[in-house]
T-cell receptor
Framework: GAVVSQHPSWVICKSGTSVKIECRSL??????MFWYRQFPKQSLMLMATSNEGSKATYEQGVEKDKFLINHASLTLSTLTVTSAHPEDSSFYIC????????????FGPGTRLTVL | GQNIDQPTEMTATEGAIVQINCTYQTSGFNGLFWYQQHAGEAPTFLSYNVLDGLEEKGRFSSFLSRSKGYSYLLLKELQMKDSASCLCAVVDSNYQLIWGAGTKLIIKP
């Protein structure tokens, strides 16, 4: 149980285009989903916390107009990287937390974005 | 500020035991996680401690001392597949996960 999927697993796009990444909790309802970014040989960096039905909370330094997050249902959150640039190339990972008190986050497999 | 410290890299021999330490200073504490992350993959759950003491799960054990702001991950009977980053993460008072930079564990034959 507690499986999280991400799609696509990798994407290559041209500079200036927008890319949408989906994060789905397959067998549980996730009231809260998290979006992380990880550059090579660095730790996870939380970008934003997404609560179903409300606006995402972005971490300091993360542009909300560039990284659009939609958490429309209890099983789906999307991250759209708008007008992507080469410096946005990174490993994007989502995680989902079960409703209730349990603190564990279940991670998706990640999406590797390469912007040319 | 919030801070999680763990060694950058550790090397151990196949079949041996290794202990990876993690110290933390956070605003509140609601538990500590250890995750394992292989290169190019997402983190996978190893352990969770919220009370002081040792939690054992097969070859992996995790220890917590809240008064000292300290945890360790103990890996026994090391296998080559254990070569990965071990990430320490603390749940703060806002139920946010605060991540350490990870310890790259290198297993040698």
């Amino acid at each position: 149980g507690a499986v999280v999927s991400q799609h696509p697993s990798w994407v290559i796009c041209k500079s200036g285009t927008s890319v949408k990444i989906e994060c789905r909790s397959l067998d549980f309802q996730a009231t809260t989903m998290f979006w992380y970014r990880q550059f090579p040989k660095q730790s996870l960096m939380l970008m934003a916390t997404s609560n179903e039905g409300s606006k995402a909370t972005y971490e300091q330094g993360v542009e909300k107009d560039k990284f659009l997050i939609n958490h429309a249902s209890l099983t789906l959150s999307t991250l759209t990287v708008t007008s992507a640039h080469p410096e946005d190339s990174s490993f994007y990972i989502c995680s989902a937390r079960l409703a209730g008190d349990w603190n564990e986050q279940f991670f998706g497999p990640g999406t590797r974005l390469t912007v040319l | 500020g919030q801070n999680i410290d763990q060694p950058t890299e550790m090397t151990a021999t196949e079949g041996a035991i290794v202990q990876i330490n993690c110290t933390y200073q956070t605003s509140g504490f609601n538990g500590l996680f250890w995750y394992q992350q292989h290169a190019g993959e997402a983190p996978t759950f190893l352990s969770y401690n919220v009370l002081d003491g040792l939690e054992e799960k097969g070859r992996f054990s995790s220890f917590l001392s809240r008064s000292k702001g300290y945890s360790y991950l103990l890996l026994k009977e090391l296998q080559m597949k254990d070569s990965a980053s071990c990430l320490c993460a603390v749940v703060d008072s806002n139920y946010q996960l605060i991540w350490g930079a990870g310890t790259k564990l290198i297993i040698k034959p």
